[in-house]
């Protein structure tokens, strides 16, 4: 077997921790903005935050073409410092949040899949966390 392609994806929302969390963590929030562009979007969410817990993210392209569940099983879960996951391929990802002065840094890093270029996946990935660093920054959740 060979040893996957490691991908990393970071930014940082003007947002203290505990509400990047809720925000990140939240069905209905996730709905929001889990999508990598305004041609997509995430009809459902569940999410089961422990230690053997599973969410299973809906995503699918607005007009209908294409869809999939993003799901996973968490491998670790500790309260605003982390959080990790494997994914039913196998693959594993990890999100580390930071805060620093009323700042959350987000970095998740993750296993590349072989189906897709892996420029390709870390430009989607970046760009589903921007667009929940912009959706964390203009909510009051």
């Known amino acids: 077997m060979t040893q996957a392609t490691r991908i990393t994806v970071e930014a940082t929302a003007n947002a203290p921790v505990e509400k990047v969390w809720k925000v990140w963590n939240t ?18 969410s569940e999410n ?9 993210h809906r995503m ?3 007009d209908g073409s294409f869809g999939f569940d993003f799901e996973g099983v968490y491998e670790t879960v500790e309260l605003h410092k982390e959080i990790a996951y494997t994914m039913p391929d196998g693959r594993n990802a990890t ?7 009323c700042k959350t840094h987000v970095a998740t890093t993750f296993d590349a899949e072989t ?7 870390k430009q989607g990935w970046q760009a589903i966390l921007d667009n929940f660093v912009n959706y964390v920054e203009s909510t009051n959740s």
């Open 27 to 44: 069905p209905s929030d996730i709905m929001q903005w889990n999508a990598p562009d305004p041609s997509w979007h995430s009809p459902s």
């Open 48 to 56: 089961d935050l422990r230690v053997g817990g599973k969410f299973k």
């Open 60 to 62: 699918e392209a607005k």
């Open 95 to 101: 999100t580390l949040f930071t805060s620093q002065n």
């Open 115 to 121: 189906e897709n270029d892996p420029e390709f996946q």
